[in-house]
């Protein structure tokens, strides 16, 4: 991965922002959350903030959604449901177990982390150099507090998340963690996700990971070029060549259970249903978003 701004990180906090303009879509979220990602997309460099102003617009924002919609059916809605479900997901074990401390891999410019550590709970977010300075450079700018809320940069070809929680000096290995892979591990090769789940397993027995997982086999041709181009045209690459079957067959070579798997078709007749848009929007065929556990 290269040290440099995360397109697909910068274009979720853009969408994610346009699609909360419509009052239907935010009501489904805190004002916390939704104020996080309007700072984020007035922080990004201009050719990408500008969508701040354009998206006011409810004409520019109709085209959009008809655009993507077209090329990429669902792209847009499974980023509102992801941030949904994995808040719900998150605080449903924050609270009825006793987690501790949250890692959250490739954190980009996602805003759990200064959500949770302005509740109390200690966070680590952990992504390249040029993204974690660029997240603290904008916490900086809106006045979010660091208190309990660790920015790690990372080189992932010199460096594993053992050191890099370990350089913190307050990462507590006894304690129970949750780890939040977001739209990470589709990015990344087999042997990298390998390294990242026997890491894990080396210093932890007790924890929970919380993932997203794209099985492209479930996208038609043509949808899964528009997939896989449109984040090629970023300078990205998802990389992981597993189906969804074969993942969790991976998970359990490290005797990681997937304990539940939420799908889009689950999330569009529960969220998306709720929302009763004026368009009727689908969710990307083929997301899951996983909870999976130590056996
Ligand atoms: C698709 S973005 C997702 C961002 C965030 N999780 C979200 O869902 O809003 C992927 C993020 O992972 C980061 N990343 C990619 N490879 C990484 C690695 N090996 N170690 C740490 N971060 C990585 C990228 O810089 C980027 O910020």
Redo the contacts with the bound molecule.
């Keep these: ?1 290269p040290n440099k701004l ?1 397109y ?2 910068s274009y ?2 853009v969408k994610f922002y346009g699609l909360t303009l419509n009052p239907k879509i935010a009501e489904h979220f805190d004002e916390f959350t939704l104020e996080f990602y309007k700072n984020v997309v007035s922080y990004l460099p201009k050719h990408l903030s500008w969508n701040q102003k354009s998206l006011q617009s409810r004409l520019w924002r109709d085209f959009f959604t008809w655009w993507e919609e077209l090329l990429l059916p669902g792209d847009l809605m499974h980023i509102i449901c ?2 949904y479900y994995i808040q719900k997901m998150l605080e449903k074990n924050l609270l009825s177990e006793d987690y501790e401390q949250i890692v ?7 805003h759990s982390g200064a959500l949770y550590s302005s509740k109390g709970f200690s966070v680590f977010e ?3 150099p ?2 974690i300075s660029n997240k603290q450079k904008m916490l900086g700018q809106f006045c979010f507090s660091l208190a309990g809320l660790h920015l790690c940069s ?1 080189d ?1 070809t010199n460096q594993n998340i053992k050191e890099v929680l370990t350089q913190t000096h307050v990462f507590d290995f006894d304690k129970k963690t949750l780890f ?5 591990f ?3 090769s087999l042997n ?1 996700v390998r390294s ?1 789940l026997e890491s894990i397993k080396s210093f932890s027995s007790n924890f929970k990971i919380v993932s ?1 997982f794209f099985d492209l086999g479930e996208l038609n041709s043509f949808h899964r070029f528009m997939f896989t181009s449109g984040v090629a045209m970023v300078g ?1 690459t998802l990389k992981f060549p597993l189906n969804r079957k074969k993942f969790l067959e991976l998970m359990s070579e490290y005797e990681i259970e997937t304990k539940s798997q939420l799908s889009y078709a689950e999330m569009r007749s529960d969220l998306v249903e709720k929302m009763n848009l004026e368009t009727d929007l689908s969710v990307l065929k083929g997301f899951y978003i996983l909870e999976s556990e130590l056996n």
């Design positions: 991965m995360s697909t990180a979720i906090a992801r941030k959250i891999l490739g954190s980009g410019f996602d952990i992504d390249t040029f993204m990372i992932p939040l892979a977001e739209g990470f589709d990015y990344l990298s990242i997203t990205e």
